[in-house]
């Protein structure tokens, strides 16, 4: 039998098309409606196996990326969830040949869009794959929903809804495929404070309830009925620490966005321009003024095009 001494697995960001936020629950933690929508920003991790003589199952911890500043926004020790991911699967498996784990990261970082979930579930796939644990793929996807609310979707991918805390997750219908395009801010936004701050606008909120008109959407592959359904309770929140992403999405729309919202926490912003059974030549047209719209705000540090939806974590 041979052995992979090195194994790349490459996992995709995600957007939310609806993010329903219901009371904090006892755990600190909030009831949450969240439909997931993978897109093709994509980090790759790679895992490699280090010398048997070193004592723990992770020796180093490296990323690189396109952006500086997003790079000098990633922790590399044990605060960085994938290096949690890998540490939980050694003690869970008992496995654990010491490895040296890479991010190449093209996913914001502490940007709503679940980079560091994204890097924990394909820690995971990859160390599993590595030390030949061979778990299955429920045990697996209770380690990840361990790790965080967001990291089962990072293995699961395409379109899902999450209840709970967001980590319990039935796939939905989605047959279209969509364009869209994020702007990225120069800034991270922490989701503790965001949720926070949601907590401070919204102390009366009610049990959140998946929307009816976006599992249509979905259903019936309609991008601009998909558009006017996308709906953030976090946006607010989200605003009210960085006002400046209220221009971000104003810039947008006023381009000719088939819908604008802020991703998750925040605070890259994200713009359906098209997709289902649309031309592409006007979905094209559409990328292109949002994208230039964007540009000439100045307020984003990057613009950038991608699909949804895509698969989730996958071996390279
Ligand atoms: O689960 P995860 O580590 O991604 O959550 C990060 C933070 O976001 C939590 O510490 C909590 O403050 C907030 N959160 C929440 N309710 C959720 C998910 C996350 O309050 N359902």
């Not at 897109?39 to 280090?50: H, I, P, R, W, Y």
């Not at 120069?186 to 907590?199: I, K, M, Q």
């Not at 909120?205 to 359904?229: C, I």
């Not at 094209?284 to 699909?307: N, P």
Request: with cysteine; net charge negative; charged share 20%.
């Amino acid at each position: 039998m041979t052995v992979d001494t090195t194994v790349t697995v490459r996992v995709p960001a995600k957007v939310n098309l609806q993010l329903a936020v219901g009371p904090r629950r006892e755990d600190g933690f909030h009831a949450l409606v969240n439909v997931f929508h993978a897109v093709s920003l994509f980090d790759e991790v790679t895992v490699k196996a280090a010398s048997p003589r070193r004592p723990r199952a992770l020796t180093a911890l490296t990323a690189t990326g396109q952006s500086e500043s997003h790079l000098a926004r990633v922790p590399l020790d044990e605060r960085n969830l994938a290096a949690r991911a890998a540490i939980l699967l050694a003690e869970e498996t008992g496995a654990g040949h010491p490895v040296d784990l890479h991010l190449d990261k093209r996913i914001p970082v502490a940007g709503g869009m679940a980079g560091g979930s994204a890097d924990a579930a394909a820690a995971l796939v990859a160390c599993d794959l590595l030390w030949g644990c061979g778990i299955s793929r429920e045990s697996l996807l209770g380690l990840a929903a361990r790790l965080g609310s967001d990291v089962a979707f990072g293995l699961v991918g395409a379109t899902a809804v999450g209840t709970g805390r967001g980590e319990l997750l039935e796939p939905m219908t989605s047959p279209g495929r969509y364009r869209w395009v994020f702007a990225l801010s120069p800034r991270g936004l922490s989701t503790a404070d965001v949720f926070g701050e949601y907590d401070r606008l919204r102390p009366d909120a009610p049990e959140p309830r998946l929307d009816s008109g976006l599992e249509k959407a979905l259903a019936e592959g309609d991008a601009v009925a998909l558009g006017a359904s996308l709906s953030n309770d976090l946006q607010p929140a989200a605003l009210s620490l960085l006002p400046e992403l209220g221009r971000t999405l104003d810039a947008g729309r006023s381009a000719g966005a088939l819908g604008a919202q802020v991703s998750g926490s925040g605070p890259t912003c994200a713009f359906l321009v098209g997709g289902g059974g649309e031309d592409p030549a006007v979905v094209g047209e559409r990328e292109a003024a949002v994208v230039a719209a964007l540009r000439a705000t100045g307020l984003c540090e990057q613009v950038i095009g991608a699909d949804g939806d895509v698969p989730g974590a996958t071996v390279v």
